[in-house]
């Protein structure tokens, strides 16, 4: 059996497990990352298929300069990246088979307005969302589309928001509750503009990958955990399989970014206090849903730009963008129905209809579907929704999640799955020196 020893070691390679592990290796931890794929980066990277770079999940730096991952590789001292756009996105909203598009400051009551069937309306539902955004958040006992049905009579508003929940949140406006999207939307506000890179995020992990080892830690790919060491209630390694040879890694602490449910497994039920496991089992629902990429030869829509419609069955969100050789790509995800039982097959029958009616001259355009996908299980949209996610300490000492699982209330995707990272790096510091 081989041994290592180190302060941290990291169940993982997601974009929260690697910020974890940059921080602590550039602030003096001996840090190993070990993960099973032979690819590092998880659903923050992407993969060549068929001439294109797919993303795994994301696609941007999604709140640009004030973004968690963003200012993560600043503070490592990452090697710089070239990004492609960091401006304001174009946005359009679709209603009723009209185009609008959003500009500026004012951009929520214009949406409104556009959707409301009066003035009455359109001051009720600011009037509303203000209170909600300014003085008192709406509880977690109301789902987002109840909460709407208060003060919206048009449904072409609550078809609005279902596409900006389900954009944002991978869940529907009647899964969601109201406490938790207002949570996601106060987030959203400290946000800038989305910065997308020129070769991708896998840009991302490779800088953090160069900060790990440049900070004398390492990094192992196809390489399992099989179980976290615990004795009288601390984590103290991790187990792990590595080229069918066994490997244990004894360290002060253990981050996990395999997702809370999987953390308790590898750990050990009987380790873990019953309200903890309570509260996993009920509140980590993956938010699942499909995603496509579509090329074709002539733009379906401006790159880069972002079409929200109220008009659809399923679809919410496209995103145009173009590739360093001039290919065209559109990006879309399709929440189904529920995000606990669904027909992937029933949902991409509805996908194609949705797809055919936003864009009539879509075959006369040269589009196809290059890649469809099911976001589901281990591998889902998000870890669960976000804004009602679990805190990154586990009743094992010196045991923590990270991901996007357990985003700090206001994030969502990599970003949250990178803020995670922060808080627990910050709490390691006040608890562990390095060796």
Not at 38 to 58: D, F, M, N, S, W
Not at 285 to 292: D, H, V
Not at 407 to 420: C, L
Request: charged share 25%; aromatic share 8%.
């Amino acid at each position: 059996m081989e041994k290592k020893t180190c302060d941290c070691v990291v169940i993982g390679s997601g974009i929260g497990g690697m910020c974890a592990a940059a921080k602590l290796a550039h602030s003096g931890y001996k840090t190993i990352v070990i993960e099973k794929l032979p690819i590092l980066g998880g659903r923050y990277t992407q993969i060549e298929y068929k001439g294109y770079k797919i993303c795994t999940a994301a696609y941007m730096i999604l709140y640009g300069k004030n973004d968690p991952v963003y200012l993560t590789l600043n503070e490592v001292g990452a090697p710089e990246i070239e990004t492609a756009h960091t401006g304001p996105m174009p946005q359009t909203y679709r209603m009723g088979g009209k185009d609008y598009e959003m500009t500026g400051k004012g951009a929520l009551r214009d949406m409104i307005s556009w959707a409301s069937k009066d003035k009455d309306e359109e001051n009720r539902v600011m009037t509303a969302l203000k209170r909600a955004m300014l003085w008192y958040e709406p509880p977690d006992t109301i789902t987002f589309d109840d909460w709407m049905l208060q003060y919206a009579d048009s449904k072409t508003i609550r078809n609005l928001f279902q596409s900006l929940v389900a954009a944002w949140a991978g869940a529907n406006s009647w899964e969601i509750t109201a406490g938790q999207w207002f949570r996601i939307l106060k987030g959203m506000t400290v946000g800038g503009n989305p910065i997308i890179l020129k070769n991708g995020v896998k840009d991302v992990i490779d800088a953090l990958e160069k900060v790990i080892t440049d900070n004398h830690g390492e990094i192992l790919t196809r390489t399992r955990a099989r179980r976290i060491i615990v004795e009288d209630g601390v984590a103290r390694g991790v187990a792990a399989e590595r080229g069918g040879e066994e490997l244990q890694i004894e360290a002060k602490t253990v981050i996990s970014n395999a997702g809370p449910k999987k953390t308790i497994k590898l750990g050990g039920d009987h380790n873990f206090d019953r309200a903890y496991l309570k509260e996993v089992a009920e509140r980590v629902k993956p938010a699942a849903g499909l995603e496509f990429t579509i090329t074709s030869d002539e733009p379906l829509l401006d790159a880069p730009s972002v079409l929200f419609t109220a008009d659809t069955q399923r679809l919410e969100c496209f995103v145009g963008d173009c590739t360093p050789d001039g290919k065209h790509l559109l990006r879309t995800a399709s929440v189904p129905e529920s995000t606990v039982l669904y027909s992937p097959m029933k949902e991409y029958d509805i996908f194609l209809r949705d797809l055919k009616e936003t864009f009539p001259d879509f075959e006369k355009r040269g589009g196809r579907i290059l890649l469809a996908r099911n976001f589901c299980g281990d591998w889902p949209f998000y870890g669960t929704w976000p804004g009602d996610c679990l805190g990154q300490k586990t009743p094992v000492e010196d045991l923590y999640n990270v991901g996007d699982a357990v985003i700090p209330g206001g994030w969502v995707g990599g970003s949250g799955a990178a803020q995670s990272a922060k808080v627990v790096v910050e709490d390691i510091k006040t608890r562990v020196k390095p060796a």
